[in-house]
C-alpha cells in the first residue's frame, strides 16, 4: 500500500512539476483584461477556429481565405500565420506556422508531439528584455508580447506552455518601424557599439535569428527585435534553455548573422534583399500553400549566391 502512494504521489510531482515549469512566464505574459475580451470575442467564431487554430479539416486555400476576409484579417508573414484584424485593434496575433500542428501532425512533426514554437516568442522576448534592462542596453529594445490561452484546450492542472494551449499577442509597432527598404538603407550606418549590444543578446539570450528583417531600425534610431521566435524548433526537449548544446549553437549562429548584417553595405546585396521580398508578396495570403511560386524561390538562390561571394 505504502508503495502504491510513494508511486502514486511521485508520479504526482513529476507531473505538477512538468505542468508548473514555466508559470513563472505564463504569469508574466498574460494579457490585460480588455484585450483578452476582444481575443475571446474573436474565438468564439467556429469558422475562424476551425481554420486558424484546429486546422483539422482539410481546408483549401481558398475557403480558408474566405474566413480570414470575413474577419478582415491581414497576413504579414510569408510563412507564419501572424495577422492583424481590425477587430483587435493595436496588436498583432501571432498563431503559429502554417504547417505546424500538433494535433494532426505537419510535415515537421510528428502527431501528438508537443511543440513549443509559436509560444517561444514570449519566453524569448522575457529574457532579452531582463538583459536589456539588466546591462542595461542603449540601442536594442523588445515589444511587448502576451499570451492568450486558447478557450477549451488544458484545464487547471495542465497548463502547460506549448503551442496546443496559448497563441501569442504582440504589439502592433508598425507606425515606430521603418519600411523594408529604409530599414536597409539604414543599416549601413549601423555602429559597432550597437552591434557588440545584439552581440551580448546572443551571448546571454541564446538569439539566433539576426536576419535583417527581424531586426527593424524604428524612427528614433533604435534596434526592434521583433520576431523572437526560437528557431528551428518545435520539441519539448530542446525548448528554453534545456538543452545546452543547442543554446551554444544558437549564440554561435546569432554572432554569424550579426556579422552578415553589415554585409549591406554592398549593394548587390541589398536589391538581392529587396528581390526577396517583392517575390514574397503572393505568400501574404491566408491559407496559400509555401513552395509553389518558384519566383520566391529564385529570389532567395540569388540572395544565397550573393552572400556567398561576400564571405
Ligand atoms: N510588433 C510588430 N509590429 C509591427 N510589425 C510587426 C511586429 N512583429 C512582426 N511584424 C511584422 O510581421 C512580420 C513577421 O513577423 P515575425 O515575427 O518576423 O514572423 P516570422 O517568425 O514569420 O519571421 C515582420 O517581418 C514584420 O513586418
Ligand atoms: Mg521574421
Same mark, same amino acid.
Given at each position: 500500500?505504502?508503495?502504491?502512494?510513494? &508511486?502514486?504521489?511521485? +508520479?504526482?510531482?513529476?507531473?505538477?512539476?512538468?505542468?508548473?515549469?514555466?508559470?513563472?512566464?505564463?504569469?508574466?505574459?498574460?494579457?490585460?483584461?480588455?484585450?483578452?475580451?476582444?481575443?475571446? *470575442?474573436?474565438?468564439?467564431?467556429?469558422?475562424?477556429?476551425?481554420?486558424?487554430?484546429?486546422?483539422?479539416?482539410?481546408?483549401?486555400?481558398? *475557403?480558408?481565405?474566405?474566413?480570414?476576409?470575413?474577419?478582415?484579417? *491581414?497576413?504579414?508573414?510569408?510563412?507564419?500565420?501572424?495577422?492583424?484584424?481590425? #477587430?483587435?485593434?493595436?496588436?498583432? #496575433?501571432?498563431?503559429?506556422?502554417?504547417?505546424? @500542428?500538433?494535433?494532426?501532425?505537419?510535415? $515537421?512533426?510528428?502527431?501528438?508531439?508537443?511543440?513549443?514554437?509559436?509560444?517561444?516568442?514570449?519566453?524569448? !522576448?522575457?529574457?532579452?528584455?531582463?538583459? &536589456?534592462?539588466?546591462?542595461?542596453?542603449?540601442?536594442?529594445?523588445? &515589444? !511587448?508580447?502576451?499570451?492568450?490561452?486558447?478557450?477549451?484546450?488544458?484545464?487547471?492542472?495542465?497548463?502547460?506552455? +506549448? =503551442?496546443?494551449?496559448?497563441?501569442?499577442?504582440?504589439?502592433?509597432?508598425?507606425?515606430?518601424?521603418?519600411?523594408?527598404?529604409?530599414?536597409?538603407?539604414?543599416?549601413?550606418?549601423? /555602429?559597432?557599439?550597437?552591434?557588440?549590444?545584439?552581440?551580448?543578446?546572443?551571448?546571454?539570450?541564446?538569439?539566433?535569428?539576426?536576419?535583417?528583417?527581424? +531586426?527593424?531600425?524604428?524612427?528614433?534610431?533604435?534596434?526592434?527585435?521583433?520576431?523572437?521566435?526560437? /528557431?528551428?524548433?518545435?520539441?519539448?526537449?530542446?525548448?528554453? $534553455?534545456?538543452?545546452?548544446? !543547442?543554446?551554444?549553437? =544558437?549564440?554561435?549562429?546569432? $554572432?554569424?548573422?550579426?556579422?552578415?548584417?553589415?554585409?549591406?553595405?554592398?549593394?548587390?546585396?541589398?536589391?538581392?534583399?529587396?528581390?526577396?521580398?517583392?517575390?514574397?508578396?503572393?505568400?501574404?495570403?491566408?491559407?496559400?500553400?509555401?513552395?509553389? @511560386?518558384?519566383?520566391?524561390?529564385?529570389?532567395?538562390?540569388?540572395?544565397?549566391?550573393? #552572400?556567398?561571394?561576400?564571405?
Amino acid at each position: 500500500m505504502k508503495k502504491i502512494i510513494l &508511486v502514486t504521489s511521485l +508520479c504526482l510531482s513529476v507531473f505538477t512539476s512538468d505542468a508548473c515549469e514555466y508559470k513563472h512566464i505564463i504569469d508574466r505574459a498574460i494579457s490585460p483584461a480588455s484585450l483578452k475580451a476582444r481575443v475571446d *470575442q474573436l474565438f468564439q467564431n467556429q469558422d475562424f477556429v476551425d481554420a486558424f487554430i484546429e486546422r483539422k479539416n482539410k481546408m483549401s486555400n481558398a *475557403q480558408r481565405r474566405a474566413v480570414a476576409q470575413k474577419y478582415q484579417m *491581414q497576413k504579414i508573414a510569408r510563412w507564419n500565420y501572424i495577422f492583424r484584424t481590425p #477587430l483587435i485593434p493595436g496588436y498583432i #496575433l501571432k498563431l503559429g506556422p502554417i504547417h505546424w @500542428t500538433n494535433s494532426f501532425g505537419g510535415f $515537421l512533426v510528428r502527431a501528438k508531439e508537443v511543440t513549443n514554437k509559436n509560444v517561444s516568442r514570449v519566453a524569448y !522576448q522575457q529574457l532579452i528584455a531582463d538583459v &536589456v534592462e539588466k546591462e542595461p542596453l542603449k540601442h536594442v529594445c523588445v &515589444v !511587448q508580447k502576451y499570451l492568450y490561452e486558447i478557450p477549451g484546450r488544458g484545464d487547471s492542472k495542465d497548463k502547460r506552455l +506549448c =503551442d496546443d494551449n496559448f497563441i501569442v499577442l504582440v504589439e502592433d509597432i508598425a507606425d515606430i518601424l521603418l519600411s523594408p527598404e529604409e530599414n536597409i538603407e539604414q543599416y549601413k550606418y549601423v /555602429t559597432e557599439e550597437l552591434l557588440d549590444e545584439l552581440r551580448i543578446i546572443a551571448r546571454q539570450a541564446y538569439v539566433a535569428d539576426f536576419k535583417m528583417p527581424n +531586426c527593424v531600425f524604428g524612427k528614433d534610431g533604435k534596434i526592434y527585435l521583433i520576431d523572437t521566435e526560437q /528557431t528551428n524548433r518545435a520539441h519539448e526537449a530542446d525548448f528554453f $534553455l534545456k538543452n545546452s548544446h !543547442q543554446m551554444a549553437a =544558437d549564440t554561435a549562429e546569432g $554572432l554569424r548573422l550579426i556579422g552578415r548584417l553589415l554585409k549591406v553595405r554592398d549593394d548587390d546585396y541589398c536589391k538581392a534583399m529587396l528581390r526577396v521580398e517583392c517575390a514574397s508578396a503572393p505568400y501574404y495570403e491566408m491559407g496559400i500553400e509555401p513552395d509553389d @511560386t518558384p519566383t520566391l524561390s529564385a529570389a532567395f538562390i540569388a540572395l544565397t549566391d550573393k #552572400l556567398r561571394e561576400l564571405e
